[in-house]
């Protein structure tokens, strides 16, 4: 059972790390589930709103002109949001609410040429991903991770893609779970599905969301 409880764990915070500015499908499914945003969520929301715009921008429109884009991401889960998350593995949620904070790192050229070219691999660079945990009675749970993607696209839509999961620093317990985690998916990739599937969702639908705003 602790080794379900971890690797649950483990599961919603590679979660969270995958979702970046857009939000993986689970994670939608999870914030559908909450009725009303509190006031810190709906100001995390709209701050993650100007890192969306800019890479849409990018995306879509292609001009060369401007600075290469940068972005201080918070994204905070409540406890129900994150047992939604990690149903299918058949345990439920431990502790409470997850608050990470993620610095995006995206050159201009690789968006635009990501579009533009028949064919583009793109190698971002490395991401920083820094979690706290609430447990409860215990001192919060601080996590940190990075990954440097690789993606490779096909007229303007992602099709391959891999996170190659760097450095973890986390309590030993949860440190060893992510580490087997993110080796294996180093060694077979096996979240590259979900990778290119949010990669182009964002491209096709969620930058529809906010063209008023990067047209």
Known sequence: MLKDVVRATCVALLCSAVAGPAGAQDVKSAELAVEALTPAEIAEREARKACKVEICSAFHLRKPEGPDITCNVLKSWRKEQLQKMIERAKVSWPWGPVKCVADIKLKRADLIKAMGDKSYVAQLDTHEVNCE???????????????????????????????????????????????????????????????????NVFIADKCLEVKAEWR
């Open 133 to 199: 945990v609430d447990r409860d009675k215990e001192a919060p749970a601080k996590i940190s991770f990075s990954f440097a993607p690789k993606v490779t696209f096909e007229g303007g839509k992602a099709t391959k893609a891999s996170l190659n999961w760097g450095k973890i620093e986390a309590p030993t317990l949860v440190k060893g779970a992510m580490w087997t985690a993110t080796a294996t998916d180093n060694t077979f990739n096996v979240l590259q599905s979900t990778l290119v599937e949010d990669i």
